[in-house]
T-cell receptor, first 115, second 112 residues
Framework: DTAVSQTPKYLVTQMGNDKSIKCEQN?????MYWYKQDSKKFLKIMFS???????INETVPNRFSPKSPDKAHLNLHINSLELGDSAVYFC??????????????FGEGSWLTVV | DAKTTQPPSMDCAEGRAANLPCNHS???????VYWYRQIHSQGPQYIIHGLKNNETNEMASLIITEDRKSSTLILPHATLRDTAVYYC?????????????FGKGTHLIIQP
């Protein structure tokens, strides 16, 4: 069974559109994340979220918003898509506890292309 | 910004041990050292992590120096499928919503 799954795997859309990427984890983890990997292969955290706090990377435009209907899901909504949003988006989850580290498990990525 | 320094690339012969170094001289006392790898077109994969002691699992061994300012990831018998970008990361004390910050990593190429 896939631990962290995200859909769609590939998405091609036009500038100005609004799109969502869904993510589900079946690991029972409390914390979920969204990472972005651009064309230069830099992997940057966008959001981290659990039922207590949402941490937003300050460099992320407010066109991006995470939505969590329950702790097993963290969907990524993107409004008014721009060419520069083209990237691979990775969902991830973790169940760290104080003193044991914070191992993060990643999904396989969603390739977003804005044309 | 990443708090680690890694060589941008390394080669290793298939069947030999691959030793990937990482410097993290500013690591704080309660931060862990994590290693991940990313095979082309796949999501990052957790390999191993440690705090002070050396660690070993089915994938690799992690050697952390006594002063914790550097570490080495060892793949004991490298195969072609180990070709990937390897990331050394410090942080993640655990709990809350702490994420991990990835640097540029080391592109390890296993040669046949």
């Amino acid at each position: 069974d896939t631990a962290v799954s995200q859909t769609p795997k590939y998405l091609v859309t036009q500038m100005g559109n609004d799109k969502s990427i869904k993510c589900e984890q079946n690991l029972g983890h409390d914390t979920m994340y969204w990472y972005k990997q651009d064309s230069k292969k830099f992997l940057k955290i966008m959001f981290s979220y659990n039922n207590k706090e949402l941490i937003i990377n300050e460099t992320v435009p407010n066109r991006f918003s995470p939505k969590s209907p329950d702790k097993a899901h963290l969907n990524l909504h993107i409004n008014s898509l721009e060419l520069g949003d083209s990237a691979v988006y990775f969902c991830a989850s973790s169940q760290g506890s104080r003193g044991s580290g914070n191992t993060i498990y990643f999904g396989e990525g969603s390739w977003l292309t804005v044309v | 910004d990443a708090k680690t320094t890694q060589p941008p690339s390394m080669d290793c012969a298939e069947g030999r041990a691959a030793n990937l170094p990482c410097n993290h001289s500013t690591i704080s006392g309660n931060e862990y050292v994590y290693w991940y790898r990313q095979i082309h077109s796949q999501g990052p994969q957790y390999i191993i992590h440690g705090l002070k002691n050396n660690e070993t699992n089915e994938m690799a061994s992690l050697i952390i120096t006594e002063d914790r300012k550097s570490s080495t990831l060892i793949l004991p018998h490298a195969t072609l499928r180990d070709t990937a970008v390897y990331y050394c990361i410090v942080g993640g004390r655990g709990g809350g919503a702490d994420g991990l910050t990835f640097g540029k990593g080391t592109h390890l190429i296993i040669q046949p």
